[in-house]
């Protein structure tokens, strides 16, 4: 055996088994391994002398980044990675919903809050009960509000205060109870 093949030889073997590595759930025991091939690979090499000590440490450091992507472009394609990795969805798969067009048509409308607004909660727009988010912080439930505009789906909304046109029948939650006494 000559200078040569045993550094070389450790060399080669810590490289497979840090491609290894990728593919075989080990809890990092094959890469330690594969660490130790090469630092022992290294110190044989140098022990022979340092010029080839000098030529497989810089073998080593363009070798190992190179072993490294190869494990992690084949490593997707194999069964184990198909059955851990999630495979993006299909088109036919994929829903659009567009909810943005579905509640563009209340922007500017008038409405009530059914439920406290802190800073979400339900609201009622022409009979039709919706999720809200107060743009100002609280709102009382049963408070007159305008929906300002539409953001990743939710509908903003605001008191209306005074700005109403007018203000029609009073909405209560509580059923109505009869206070005539007589």
């Known amino acids: 055996m000559d200078s040569l093949t045993l550094p070389l030889l450790l060399l080669i073997g810590g490289l497979i088994l840090l491609i ?22 290294l110190y044989v090499a140098f022990r022979q002398s340092n010029d080839l ?16 992507i190869v494990a992690l472009q084949i490593w997707p394609r194999t069964p ?11 088109a036919e798969e994929v829903t659009v919903t567009h909810a943005r067009a579905r509640l563009d048509h209340l922007l500017g409308e008038f409405g009530r809050a059914l439920t406290p607004l802190r800073p979400s909660g339900l609201v009622d727009f022409d009979g039709r009960r919706l999720d809200a988010l107060s743009e100002d912080g609280l709102i009382d439930a049963g408070s007159l509000i305008r929906a ?35």
Do not use: N, W
């Not at 184990?80 to 299909?90: E, H, M, Y």
């Open 53 to 68: 000590g000098i030529r497989f440490l810089v073998a080593e450091l363009l070798l190992i980044p190179v072993a490294l």
């Open 80 to 90: 184990f990675a198909r059955r851990i990795v999630l495979s993006p969805p299909t």
């Open 148 to 182: 300002v505009r539409i953001q990743s789906g939710q509908l903003i909304v605001r008191a209306a205060g005074d700005s109403a046109p007018h203000d029609p029948a009073p909405f209560s939650i509580e059923p109505e109870t009869s206070s005539d006494v007589g």
């Open 20 to 41: 290894a590595e990728a593919f075989v759930p080990s809890g990092g025991m094959i890469g330690l391994l594969a660490l130790g091939l090469l630092a022992v690979s």
